[in-house]
């Protein structure tokens, strides 16, 4: 498994996402009250809901994507140009 | 029965993991307890996760389903109600329940997959393992977001622990049930490749 490049590439680059998810949910609090906001609580609420409601629906989307066309690098860089 | 019991407690199972994040600016001058310590609820659930995932699927593949459930509901439901012993100043028995949480919350996590092979039929088992893993991730959006219009800024220690002890009961109550009413595997494998787990 380990040796199989594709399964690295994919497993690297679902580490990084995660990853940068999990520790954007758990200081976002404190990034948008050093950036001046009032009410950080709700406003974090709001943020951390939408992105988790955005992946909820969209894995369907992608699913069928790939499904119907079988582009696996095209629709992986697609989920990944937020971070360019 | 089996599928509503298992879905409800997916359902409740992660609520835990981020009820601090959208609050950790509240909870930290509320509690006067330091930021790494309010954060550090959250990252015990993904800390546990890595060291915990593969002894825990070992653990269900040799003992059963059933088994698992009992020992993560149990874990997970001490946690939860340890949690409540937050104290101004002291974040020792919410450490520590985060991290009995973070322990039993996996043995939920890692099953859809093998709930729906035991009990579903071959062409069913892709969509209630799809289900399985939706409530996981509606479970987390919920717990995460929910905190953040409950407290604010105004809110004291026991309108936090309030929300804690509410917290508690919402989780407790499907995990009892899971506890209660799941049952290893129907009498008839639904599948070929149920009935070959099943004799192993």
């Known amino acids: ?84 | 029965m089996i599928l509503i019991v298992y879905i409800s407690a997916a359902l409740v199972n992660s609520l835990p993991v981020h009820t601090f994040s959208s609050i950790n600016s509240i909870v930290e001058d509320v509690f006067q307890i330091s930021q790494l310590n309010v954060t550090l609820n959250a990252l015990l659930f993904t800390i546990a996760h890595p060291i915990f995932a593969f002894p825990w699927n070992w653990v269900l593949n040799k003992y059963g389903i059933r088994p698992g459930f009992i020992a993560g509901g149990v874990l997970l439901i001490i946690g939860v109600w340890l949690r409540l012993l937050l104290q101004v100043g002291n974040s020792t028995y919410c450490l520590i329940g985060s991290a009995l949480a973070a322990i039993g919350n996996i043995f939920i996590l890692n099953t859809p997959s093998k709930v729906a092979i035991n009990w579903f039929s071959a062409e069913r088992v892709p969509i209630v393992t799809f289900t399985g893993i939706l409530s996981t991730l509606i479970s987390l959006t919920v717990g995460a977001s929910v905190p953040g219009f409950l407290i604010d800024s105004h809110s004291t220690p026991d309108d936090i622990r309030k929300f804690l002890f509410i917290e508690a009961c919402v989780i407790t109550v499907p995990i009892v049930l899971l506890i209660i009413f799941f049952k290893e595997k129907p009498k008839n494998p639904p599948s070929k490749t149920a009935k070959i787990i099943f004799h192993e």
């Open chain 1, 1 to 84: 498994m380990f040796t199989n490049k594709e399964y690295l590439k994919i497993m690297v680059s679902m580490t990084l996402n995660y990853g940068t998810l999990m520790a954007l949910m758990m200081v976002c609090d404190q990034m948008l009250k050093g950036m001046g906001y009032s009410n950080t609580g709700k406003l974090t609420s709001i943020t951390i809901a939408s992105a988790m409601i955005f992946g909820i629906l969209s894995n369907p989307l992608f699913s069928f994507l790939l499904r119907k066309t079988k582009a696996y690098k095209a629709v992986s860089i697609i989920c990944n140009l937020n971070y360019i």
